[in-house]
């Protein structure tokens, strides 16, 4: 089992950033992708960015693309994202998923491991 623990959410002006931390742990050698999604309310749940454990590429949704950025130290098991130029529609719970596979999949049925996701509010 891999364990996923967030930090970071908080409430923000629009145009401020955040830091959002997941840490694993656990069987985290077993994990190849980590990524975060969003959910908003009313809304359906939506990927947000991925990275794989080794080789430092990232995919990141258009949605956000140029103001969020992934990374990821493995020696710590965790993963990072970075936001810039937040938007009041950025308002919405953030959830670090992980998973086995080594596939940037942006739908939410593709990753095994999630947390508890962390509130992140941008007022305008």
């Known amino acids: 089992q891999v364990q996923l623990v967030e930090s970071g959410g908080g409430l923000v002006q629009a145009g401020g950033s955040l830091r959002l931390s997941c840490a694993a742990s656990?069987?985290?050698?077993?994990?190849?992708?980590m990524g975060w999604f969003r959910h908003a309310q009313g809304k359906e749940g939506e990927f947000v960015a991925a990275?794989?454990?080794?080789?430092?590429?990232?995919y990141v949704a258009d949605s956000v693309k140029g103001r969020f950025t992934i990374s990821r130290d493995n020696a710590k098991n965790t993963v990072y994202l970075q936001m810039n130029s937040l938007k009041p529609e950025d308002t919405a719970v953030y959830y670090c998923?992980?998973?086995?596979?080594?596939?940037?999949?942006?739908?939410?049925?593709?990753?095994?491991?999630w947390g508890q996701g962390t509130q992140v509010t941008v007022a305008s």
């Open positions: 998923a992980a998973d086995v596979s080594c596939f940037y999949y942006t739908e939410t049925s593709k990753y095994h491991y």
């Open positions: 990275t794989r454990r080794s080789g430092g590429t990232t």
């Open positions: 656990g069987l985290t050698f077993s994990v190849c992708t």
